[in-house]
Structure formats: C-alpha cells, structure tokens
C-alpha cells in the first residue's frame, strides 16, 4: 500500500468515513471502553485501599492509555489535512486549524495526563486527576447524543444566559429582603446579604439544607415565596434546553435522511424542496440480526435506505453486504418487477422505507415531479444500468462489488434479465 493509500485508509477509519466501516467501528468502541474504564480507574486509584494494593498495575494501566491517546491524537494530526474543510489549506495550516477545533483540543486533554506524568511527576498531581476525570469529555465525539444537547445548548446560549440573569436577580432580591426581615432575628446566620445569598441559592434550587432558616413570621412568608418560585425558575432553562434539543434531533434527523434521499440517482435531479417532499414519505421499520427484509420472488414495490445496521443481499453469484447511510432497490420504485435476491438483517437495522405507492401519489399531484423521476427511469434502463435484479450500479459501487461503471459492464455473467410477465410493468 502506497504512502497516500495508507494516509486515506487511516483517515477513513478514525474518521468512520468510506468503506472500512468494521474497522472503523471497532476502533471507536475500542476507545469508548478505554475511555469509560480510564474514568473508573481514576476515581478508584483515590481510595486508600485499592491505591495500596493495586497502585502499581493502576499506574501501568493509565500510563499504557495515555500513551494510546497520544498515539490518536498524533494520527488525527497527521490526517487533519485530508478534511474537506481544511484541503485548501495545505499540510501546515490544515494541521493547525484542526488543533484549535473543539474535538481536537479535547484529544488534547486526553493526552496531557501522560505527558505531566512524564515531565512532572511530582508536582503536577491534582492536575493529573482532574485531567484524567476530564477525558469523559471524548465521549461527545462518539455520541450523537451527547453532541446534539452540546449544539443545543450553544443554540440557546442566548436564552438561557436570559433565563439565569432571571434566576440570579431573584437570588439577590430574596437574599436583600430576608437580611432585611432576618438581620436584626438572627445575627448570626444572616450577618450580610452574601449569608443570605446562599440561603436564597438553597431555597430557590428546592435543596433547602436547614442550616439556615427564616424564624420571623415575615421571613418565613418570604422564603414560602421563594420557593414556591424557585420550581419555575429552575423549570425555565429546563424546558429550554428540553425543546432546543428535540428540534436539534430533529434536525439532525431530517438533514441525514434528505442527504440519503439526494444521493439516489433516481433523485438527483430534483429540486432540494421535491427532495424534501419525497424524504416525508420516508416510513420507519426495525428488523432483527437475522430477520428478512425482503425474499427472492417478491413484487419489488419499495426501496429501503440504512440508516443504521448491516443488511445481507444474496444473490446468485456473489453476497454484498450493505451499511449505514447506503440504500438498495431503487429502481423498483418504477419497475415492479419480482425480487431476484435475498435481503436479510445481517445486524440489528433501522430502516426507512420508500413505497411505490406513496410515491406515485406525490407524483399525481406533482405533474413536474412525475415528468422528472420517469424521464430519470426511462434513461437508466434504456441505459442498461439494472443489474444483479433491483441494485443499480451505484447500490453495487457503494457495496464496493464495483469500482466504477465500466466493471459492471465488464461482468456480462451477472446481469439479470427484466422479468417480462405480464403482469408486472412499468408504473404509469
């Protein structure tokens, strides 16, 4: 393998991008476990005990992770200019962009522990802990989830610094009026309005510790406000944060589904709003490892698209696998011919599902929409592109059985022949 085909296999695989998406996906579990059990060791090398009888081989097991995590953190470098954003850029700048993204600096900090370690052993003890306990942070990376509430906080940056600046000027309020009412009562548990902030903090979170109460009638109907508004108030961030990060996954889901509807060639041409009319017709389906998705000798009436798992397609001569983001039987949108393969789960999948029905109705409203999908469908099969039953060359070249166009046609064995019973044809 050529320098550059190393470089490229590398960055396919941290990046989880192109066709190694085993390797891909067991580098990221493989760092996801080090991560969690890097979390676990922190915390229990501060126990005295375990510290005494295992300190050694905890040491071992950390410093080996760092090292890890340096080691990823220099191949991340070393293919940051392979980013699309950061081609431009060239080998210098590309790097040092990458370094100051947020994802960049946190590989970072999952770094420095080893090299405090190994630099300054002594004296950079608390730091170490508290670096290493800061390596959750990576997670973000590997968690859509956890990456979407982060892009749904920083959404509403702007609300919720409102909703605090609210919830603080209400903190100072209560403690000014209970030092006010409760000074004189008790001198000593409110002897400034800093004492009567902290009992305001405590009263408006609901915690309420008891160390500090109002013992005055007045006092006491006050802090009785406090905290009946202390739900409201600690409810408002909450809720703006619950509704920011429903419409982020919502977004982010509606984005990767139309981004997989455009990619069909069968759709390419379409406008990014008739994308997105076609994109609602989308229904969901789960199948099991193992569970058939479609048989050999079915009416080919609907296409699928991965949006998650592995698919098994068994055909005559060969097998290809199919996984997250790629999509098969789309030309049996148009042609509803009987399936000529297997279509099994070859892990847990989460589907969508294109019906020919569903879409022939949009069509009939859409006369425009029809013109253009059918003009599409006719060129392809005039153009020889059906092969191997329902997959089109481009489901095959994602399943990487072909590099390029001309191999298919180069594979004359192969092609399947249109099933020509009456009672299946074209749609109108």
Not at 22 to 40: D, G, P, Q, S
Not at 223 to 233: A, E, F, I
Not at 292 to 321: N, P
Not at 407 to 417: I, Y
């Amino acid at each position: 393998m050529h320098g550059q085909d190393f470089k490229r296999a590398l960055y396919e695989v941290l990046e989880d991008t192109g066709k190694r998406r085993v390797a891909a996906r067991t580098l990221r579990h493989t760092l996801v476990f080090l991560i969690l059990a890097n979390i676990v060791l922190a915390v229990l090398e501060t126990v005295p005990a375990i510290r005494a009888t295992f300190g050694h081989h905890l040491r071992f097991l950390q410093l080996g992770s760092g090292f890890i995590f340096l080691f990823e953190y220099i191949l991340r470098l070393y293919v940051a200019d392979m980013h699309p954003p950061l081609r431009r850029y060239g080998p210098v700048w590309s790097r040092l962009r990458y370094a100051i993204q947020p994802d960049a600096i946190v590989d970072l900090i999952g770094a420095l522990p080893l090299l405090f370690v190994l630099f300054l052993p002594n004296q950079a003890v608390t730091v170490v802990v508290i670096l290493r306990l800061l390596r959750f942070l990576k997670l973000a990376r590997y968690s859509p989830a956890l990456r979407s509430l982060i892009s749904a906080v920083v959404a509403e940056r702007k609300a919720l610094i409102g909703s605090s600046m609210i919830i603080l000027g209400v903190i100072l309020l209560a403690a000014t009026l209970m030092y006010l009412i409760e000074h004189s009562v008790q001198p000593e548990k409110f002897r400034s309005i800093l004492h009567g902030i902290y009992w305001a903090i405590t009263t408006v979170t609901t915690v309420g510790y008891g160390d500090v109460v109002p013992v005055s009638n007045l006092g006491k109907v006050v802090g009785s406000v406090v905290m009946l508004m202390g739900y409201g108030l600690i409810a408002l961030p909450v809720g703006i944060i619950a509704s920011a990060f429903a419409r982020e996954i919502h977004s982010r889901d509606f984005v990767v589904t139309w981004s997989m509807v455009a990619r069909v060639p069968l759709f390419e041409d379409l406008k990014a709003t008739e994308i997105a009319e076609v994109a609602k017709l989308l229904q969901a389906q789960s199948v099991k490892k193992g569970g058939t998705i479609a048989e050999k000798g079915d009416v080919a009436d609907r296409m699928y698209f991965i949006s998650d798992g592995e698919v098994e397609i068994k055909l005559q001569h060969d097998t290809i696998y199919l996984g997250e983001g790629n999509f098969f039987g789309e030309l049996a949108l148009i042609n509803q011919t009987r399936r000529t393969a297997n279509v099994v789960a070859y892990r847990d999948c989460q589907l969508l599902v294109l019906e020919a029905d569903a879409l022939q109705q949009l069509m009939d409203r859409d006369e425009a929409l029809a013109k253009k999908i059918m003009a599409e469908a006719r060129e392809r099969v005039a153009a020889g592109k059906k092969v191997l039953g329902e997959l089109a060359e481009e489901e095959l070249q994602q399943a990487g059985v072909y590099a390029s166009a001309e191999d298919a046609r180069e594979e004359p064995e192969l092609l399947f022949q249109e099933d020509s019973s009456p009672e299946k044809g074209p749609a109108k």
